[in-house]
């Protein structure tokens, strides 16, 4: 199938081959060609450009056009940080944080993660492969077009692996890019309340070999946070995911600063995800490093906890991604375009900076920017086709409108 779409309004993130992310003032920038045509051969952008050097219509072989006049067109989003798959929800602790207890509170109790694993662990895993599926065609309308899926409700052999085995048939039945990253240690299960470090080599001699061994995980993650795992623990994981030849994808300063992020980079990590409290030393870590600065703002409104210091970030010359955290406790939204608005509304960050970091940059959070994240000949279709709107800024600033005409996802068009 050929897919022509012509007079589209602007074309966002226009880039060369080769470009894996964008850093610093450089994420200003959101190269663009006005009155453009697209053409899409089977799942890969072949070729584009402005109208006025389109070729003669009749010398285009195509089997479907779409007018896209006053439309604009930009690569989907990609969201590198998401717990997708979980069972049940939590709309009663977030009573209970409307009434005063706060999100450390809820976890003491044993409510949080411990909360979401027992209810993952009593659930079927046709039950949760269908719940996560709605979740999973939800993000896709809204525009994300890859996405990585993270374990970590389970705090159980057998319920981790059930939570990757639903992955992996997300993955098999979806045209969605879809990355897996073991999360094992995202709480300590009552099992092993009193014996932190047993659990962490329970993870590492039982859980790890069973899951690599069915080739369930791309990344692995770890909770580095004060009351739930330190950083001898975050060292011990990224060796062991080393051997595995697993990358660190690792949740880190969202509530303290206790070097996680300094340990990420020693380690290689691909990406440091939060960062709501970020100090000196760890933009210092990150300097010169390859390893990618997520935040992830939804969770900053839903929780009401600070929001990623962006401008620190990006004015020390760094790359920035943004994501959903998609998940049952601090973030239940997979919306993209609500993080993309939250983003230039609460960080301060220009909607060049917020779709850079939501389209290449979380492309490399996920080791997928050659292949997605930009409209460069030879990647993936798959692209948003927005509403007809006055210009770009209008996505950010529009916050809570759907601006989203038409989805296509490796070619195809969704809806
Ligand atoms: N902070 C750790 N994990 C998730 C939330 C987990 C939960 O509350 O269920 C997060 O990224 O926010
Ligand atoms: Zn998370």
């Known amino acids: 199938m050929r897919i022509l779409i012509t007079h589209i309004q602007e074309l966002l993130q226009v880039r060369p081959k080769g470009t894996l992310k964008i850093a610093g003032s450089a994420m200003k920038k959101l190269p663009s060609i006005k009155n453009a045509w697209l053409l899409i051969n089977q799942d890969k952008i072949e070729d584009f450009g402005s109208m006025e050097t389109m070729p003669e219509i009749d010398e285009i072989e195509y089997d479907k056009e779409i007018d896209a006049t006053g439309q604009i067109v930009l690569p989907s989003w990609v969201d590198s940080h998401t717990h997708l798959i979980y069972a049940g929800n939590r709309e009663q602790e977030f009573v209970d944080r409307i009434n005063g207890l706060t999100y450390e509170e809820i976890a003491e109790k044993g409510g949080g993660i411990l909360n979401s694993a027992k209810k993952l662990q009593e659930t079927s895993e046709e039950t949760l492969y269908n719940e996560s599926l709605k979740r999973l065609e939800e993000v896709i309308k809204l525009g994300t077009g890859a996405i990585e899926i993270k374990s970590g409700y389970g705090l159980t052999t057998e319920a981790e692996l059930k939570m990757l085995r639903v992955a992996k048939r997300l993955k098999e039945k979806h045209p969605i890019e879809i990355k897996t990253t073991f999360l094992g240690a995202h709480a300590v299960p009552p099992k092993f309340k009193n014996d932190r470090t047993g659990y962490i080599s329970h993870i590492i001699e039982e859980m790890l070999p069973k899951i690599a061994e069915e080739n369930l995980a791309d990344y692995i993650d770890i909770f580095c946070e004060k009351g739930y795992f330190s950083l001898e623990d975050t060292e011990r994981i990224l060796e062991a995911g080393k051997k595995y030849g697993l990358k660190g994808k690792i949740h880190v300063n969202q509530f303290n600063a206790i070097g996680g992020i300094k340990t990420a980079v020693e380690h290689q990590s691909l990406s440091v995800d939060h960062l709501e409290v970020l100090e000196k030393e760890d933009i210092e870590a990150l300097k010169n490093s390859d390893t990618m600065p997520v935040a992830l703002p939804s969770c900053s409104l839903f929780l009401g906890i600070p929001y990623t210091p962006a401008r620190e970030i990006i004015d020390n010359n760094l790359p920035l991604a943004l994501a959903t955290d998609y998940n049952p406790g601090s973030t239940p939204s997979g919306n993209m375009n609500l993080v993309v608005s939250l983003a230039c509304i609460k960080m301060n960050m220009t909607p060049e900076e917020a779709i850079n970091a939501a ?21 993936i279709a798959n692209l948003i086709i927005t509403k007809q709107i006055p210009s770009y800024g209008f996505l950010p600033y529009a916050f809570g409108s759907n601006n989203i005409d038409q989805v296509i996802l490796g070619g195809k068009t969704i809806f």
Do not use: Q, R
């Open 359 to 379: 389209t290449i940059n979380a492309a490399y959070a996920l080791e997928l920017s050659e292949t997605h994240g930009s409209i460069t000949k030879g990647k």
